[in-house]
């Protein structure tokens, strides 16, 4: 899990070498969408088993794509709705992106990472139209697309649109399922939140994947490849299968813990050749991540005894009135005699 994909190099994604999407206005390409060459495998994540065997039939679909369409000709009589979209759905850090990674590496192919939520407000007014070029992009390269954070783009329509901004949402969801009917390569949606996609989509969608939490086998399994085989320095009292039973957590919480762990460790006092990582380590690492997301889930709400008392606006009126009694007085001075 901690090999990451190549990234384009000598300034592939700059603006210079796509002008189409310099001429749609985007500001820095990269924010918008992320070309990968894919080096992660589905050896290089732990699932559990049920969506682990679901993925397993999603591959068979994508390897089988070029039988099926071209060599027995259905292709042919089916024109349009030809394109793999799948829906990776599940918590954040269970293994979504290094899976559509793994797709794209079995294929062959790049993988094409639109951050949608990321640049919403770059494509302000021109979204429809940048979510097609998107997939002329893709069809171009040949590369697998990556919709991540997907529920922003594929929401459900407004029934009553009282504002530009709901017309415009609509119009993109409705320029999204034209262009999946008319591609022939392979899309992955990526959501924590796949409720609120509209309902268009589950038809044109052929495998919906859910990434459940992983168990206590796959948290030790997950814990313990995080780490080096060789060098990677575990003192005598780390138990992987410990802090697996005592902390639910995700792959993701376990990375990022597993690297304040090692941070922990490696800031210790005394010669390099005699640091450790302990058990210690990791339980304060898994206790940071964990407490981390916490804060994030909070909601900010007036408690009750917050609520504000009926003369509290008393001094917002009297400020009011002076400020009236000052553009007043200003305004005679001026007038003169």
């Known amino acids: 899990m901690s090999v990451t994909g190549a990234r384009c190099s000598e300034g592939y994604w700059t603006e210079m070498a796509h002008p189409l999407l310099r001429a749609l206005g985007f500001s820095d390409v990269r924010r918008a969408v992320e070309s990968i060459v894919p080096r992660r495998t589905f050896a290089d994540v732990i699932l559990p088993a049920a969506t682990r065997r679901t993925l397993d039939q999603a591959l068979v679909q994508v390897t089988g794509f070029d039988l099926v369409f071209r060599q027995w000709g259905l292709g042919e009589r089916h024109s349009s709705g030809m394109a793999l979209a799948f829906n990776f759905a599940g918590p954040s850090g269970t293994g979504k992106t290094i899976c559509a990674e793994a797709v794209a590496h079995a294929l062959g192919r790049r993988l094409m990472i639109v951050r949608y939520a990321e640049v919403e407000s770059m494509w302000l007014g021109e979204t429809p139209k940048n979510v097609a070029a998107v997939f002329r992009l893709a069809r171009d390269q040949g590369a697998v697309l990556l919709f991540d954070e997907a529920d922003a783009i594929a929401a459900r329509r407004s029934t009553s649109v009282e504002s530009s901004f709901q017309r415009e949402s609509n119009t993109v969801v409705s320029v999204l399922l034209q262009e999946l009917e008319a591609f022939n390569g392979v899309v992955i949606f990526a959501t924590n939140m796949a409720g609120n996609f509209d309902p268009a989509f589950e ?22 490849v995080q780490m080096h085989p060789t060098r990677t320095p575990l003192a005598a009292d780390v138990d992987f299968r410990a802090l697996a039973e005592q902390y639910e957590a995700s792959g993701g919480d376990i990375h990022n813990a597993v690297l304040k762990a090692a941070m922990m460790a490696a800031g210790e006092s005394g010669p390099d050749a005699d640091k450790a990582i302990h058990q210690r380590h990791f339980e304060e690492g898994i206790r940071e991540v964990i407490a981390g997301r916490r804060v994030m889930r909070q909601t900010v709400a007036p408690a009750p005894e917050a609520r504000p008392r009926a003369d509290a606006g ?24």
């Open 314 to 337: 008393a001094p917002l009126m009297l400020a009011l009135a002076a400020l009236l009694i000052a553009i007043v007085a200003l305004a005679v001075a001026v007038a003169g005699p």
């Open 203 to 224: 038809r044109r969608i052929r495998t919906h994947v859910l990434f459940q939490m992983p168990g206590v086998d796959e948290r030790e399994a997950i814990w313990r």
